[in-house]
């Protein structure tokens, strides 16, 4: 499929949904009688970080574990169904919070603070915080580790106790980023969730986990506050699991059979890299995590880019014409204010703001919100420079126009606005490479973008560099081509001079 078809098809989406609706309306007045002798079966978002083995990953192309096999034995003993959502740690809670989904199942520690934000379930595992070190180090107590450089999985309570109790770490987007950080030798430990952890030092063999554990902790899933129905499901489900012995059968199976080979060390630099290739690309298609986010980034970024231009224009034309002639005072206030509003915050801010807020009672389509977020953002940049290329135009041109009978209109579009393109058409491709890469922040919305198919790989083999170098050589790829395309499209601008 095409990039073109795919961005149609997100916008023959929103159509069939209101004919979706009236078709819905038409088979309930037909069928009264089917509808009620066949329940409808209850469907509820779950929200998961899938980098964390063995209680959620990658496998497959699909997500397994543990929080994965219990979620599929409750929705077989209560006649319900469980959507799964792959979002960024950090933001899981604020999902549920807002009623982007309905729970969050993803080895999610209880701590005081988030019983303030959410209601917790029953506990369903144990935890342990431990602290993975190279082999050789010394054994590192809580006084060692504030004179050392720790990393932490951002948002995770491992986060918590060491930034309330030890000391400031270094936080990464997950758990699997921060031991490739100490592989690397940027760090000295990483404190983690003991089963991933052992998961960690499985697919490390330089690594350990020390045999002293800083804090335990209890893992339960997370429901928005006040929405005792569900946990009083989920409560139940879990007492049943648990009495019959089927928690623990899952857990130990998955503890059992999800940690990987101990690594095989090849003796060669060469022989090394070959490995890390046929582990990271080849070994379970992993190439098909970067096929398919490179398809959602380009989706989304061409898709953002026409909203940006088409906003863009509009705006520098309205500021512009209040410029020129003082008319328009009120869209141009407004024009300013959106230009404030959009070039002071960040783009990641206004994502989470877009899909959380704006669009949070609103059951969209990840994508289109996606498009919404980075094309207002776009559209800001756009707007000042297509502004700044008509007002470079020579004020004599346009009372050129406007003595030969042209209206201000048409004046507009045909003597300033094709010369204003082609002194801003360096700038323009500049902003949209810009906004190619600035894509890569999708992961926080749960999409699964090109950056976000070189972290599963990560978290999958434990590998940072191969993943990082591919991710960045399709980026490179993307930005040559583009500002090859904006070079021959200048060029024939200027032939066009002649």
């Given at each position: 499929?095409?990039?073109?078809?795919?961005v149609?098809?997100?916008?023959?989406?929103?159509?069939?949904?209101?004919?979706?609706?009236?078709?819905?309306?038409a088979?309930?007045?037909?069928?009264?009688?089917?509808?009620?002798?066949k329940?409808?079966q209850p469907?509820?978002?779950?929200?998961?970080?899938?980098?964390?083995?063995?209680y959620?990953?990658?496998k497959?192309g699909?997500?397994?574990?543990?929080?994965?096999?219990?979620?599929?034995?409750?929705?077989?003993?209560?006649?319900?169904?469980?959507?799964?959502?792959?979002?960024?740690?950090?933001?899981i809670i604020?999902?549920?919070?807002?009623?982007?989904?309905?729970?969050?199942?993803?080895?999610?520690?209880?701590?005081?603070?988030?019983?303030?934000?959410?209601?917790?379930?029953?506990?369903?595992?144990?935890?342990?915080?431990?602290?993975?070190?190279?082999?050789?180090?010394?054994?590192?107590?809580?006084?060692?580790?504030?004179?050392?450089?720790?990393?932490?999985?951002?948002?995770?309570?491992?986060?918590?106790?060491?930034?309330?109790?030890i000391?400031?770490?270094?936080?990464?987007?997950?758990?699997?980023?921060?031991?490739?950080?100490?592989?690397?030798?940027?760090?000295?430990?990483?404190?983690?969730?003991?089963?991933?952890?052992?998961?960690?030092?499985?697919?490390?063999?330089?690594?350990?986990?020390?045999?002293?554990?800083?804090?335990?902790?209890?893992?339960a899933?997370?429901?928005?506050?006040?929405?005792?129905?569900?946990?009083?499901?989920?409560?139940?489900?879990?007492?049943?699991?648990?009495?019959d012995?089927?928690?623990?059968?899952?857990?130990?199976?998955?503890?059992?059979?999800?940690?990987?080979?101990?690594?095989?060390?090849?003796?060669?630099?060469?022989?090394?890299?070959?490995?890390?290739?046929k582990?990271?690309?080849?070994?379970?298609?992993?190439?098909?995590?970067?096929?398919?986010?490179?398809?959602?980034?380009?989706?989304?970024?061409?898709?953002?880019?026409?909203?940006?231009?088409?906003l863009?224009?509009?705006?520098?034309?309205i500021?512009?014409?209040a410029?020129?002639?003082?008319?328009?005072?009120?869209a141009?206030?407004?024009?300013r204010?959106?230009l404030?509003?959009?070039?002071?915050t960040?783009?990641?801010v206004?994502?989470?703001?877009?899909?959380f807020?704006?669009?949070?009672?609103?059951?969209?389509?990840?994508?289109?919100?996606?498009?919404?977020?980075?094309?207002?953002?776009?559209?800001?940049?756009?707007a000042?420079?297509?502004?700044?290329?008509?007002?470079?135009?020579?004020?004599g041109?346009i009372?050129?126009?406007?003595?030969?009978?042209?209206?201000?209109?048409?004046?507009?579009?045909?003597?300033?606005?094709?010369?204003?393109?082609?002194?801003?058409?360096?700038a323009?491709?500049?902003e949209?490479?810009?906004?190619l890469?600035?894509?890569?922040?999708?992961?926080?919305?749960?999409?699964?973008?090109?950056?976000?198919g070189?972290?599963?790989?990560?978290?999958?083999t434990?590998?940072?560099?191969l993943?990082?170098?591919?991710v960045?050589?399709i980026?490179?790829?993307?930005?040559?081509?583009?500002?090859?395309?904006?070079?021959?499209?200048?060029?024939?601008?200027?032939?066009n001079?002649?």
């Open positions: 499929m095409s990039v073109l078809s795919r149609a098809s997100a916008v023959r989406r929103i159509g069939s949904c209101i004919l979706g609706s009236l078709a819905a309306l088979l309930a007045v037909v069928m009264t009688s089917c509808s009620e002798e329940a409808t469907t509820y978002v779950v929200a998961m970080e899938a980098t964390f083995p063995p959620e990953f990658y497959g699909e997500i397994v574990g543990i929080d994965v096999d219990i979620l599929q034995e409750i929705a077989r003993r209560k006649g319900v169904e469980f959507k799964l959502e792959d979002m960024a740690f950090d933001s604020t999902a549920v919070q807002t009623g982007k989904v309905d729970l969050v199942v993803s080895g999610l520690t209880v701590t005081p603070d988030r019983k303030r934000m959410v209601d917790f379930t029953r506990p369903y595992s144990g935890a342990r915080q431990v602290i993975i070190a190279p082999k050789g180090a010394p054994a590192y107590s809580k006084d060692d580790l504030a004179r050392i450089r720790v990393g932490v999985q951002h948002g995770s309570s491992g986060d918590v106790y060491v930034t309330e109790n000391c400031e770490p270094e936080r990464f987007t997950n758990g699997a980023l921060a031991v490739s950080a100490m592989n690397a030798g940027k760090l000295d430990a990483v404190v983690l969730d003991n089963a991933p952890a052992e998961n960690h030092v499985a697919g490390s063999p330089e690594l350990t986990i020390q045999p002293t554990a800083l804090v335990e902790e209890e893992y899933m997370a429901v928005r506050k006040g929405n005792t129905q569900l946990l009083n499901m989920l409560n139940a489900a879990l007492n049943e699991l648990e009495a012995g089927t928690l623990r059968a899952i857990i130990d199976r998955h503890m059992r059979e999800n940690k990987p080979e101990n690594a095989q060390v090849a003796t060669t630099a060469l022989g090394r890299l070959v490995d890390n290739f582990t990271d690309f080849i070994k379970n298609d992993r190439w098909k995590y970067l096929a398919e986010g490179f398809l959602v980034t380009v989706e989304i970024a061409a898709a953002a880019a026409l909203v940006g231009i088409a863009g224009f509009l705006i520098a034309v500021r512009s014409t410029d020129l002639t003082g008319r328009l005072k009120v141009d206030f407004f024009c204010l959106y404030t509003v959009v070039r002071g960040p783009v990641v206004q994502l989470l703001i877009i899909y807020v704006i669009f949070g009672a609103v059951d969209i389509n990840k994508v289109l919100v996606a498009i919404v977020a980075f094309g207002l953002n776009s559209g800001a940049y756009v000042e420079i297509i502004r700044s290329g008509i007002m470079s135009v020579d004020r041109q009372e050129a126009g406007r003595s030969l009978g042209l209206g201000y209109g048409t004046t507009m579009r045909s003597v300033v606005l094709p010369q204003a393109l082609k002194n801003v058409l360096p323009l491709g500049n949209f490479i810009v906004l890469k600035e894509t890569s922040i999708c992961g926080y919305i749960a999409l699964q973008d090109l950056t976000k070189g972290d599963i790989i990560r978290s999958q434990y590998d940072a560099f993943p990082l170098v591919a960045a050589l980026y490179l790829t993307m930005v040559v081509l583009l500002s090859h395309l904006l070079k021959k499209f200048e060029l024939r601008l200027k032939k001079e002649r």
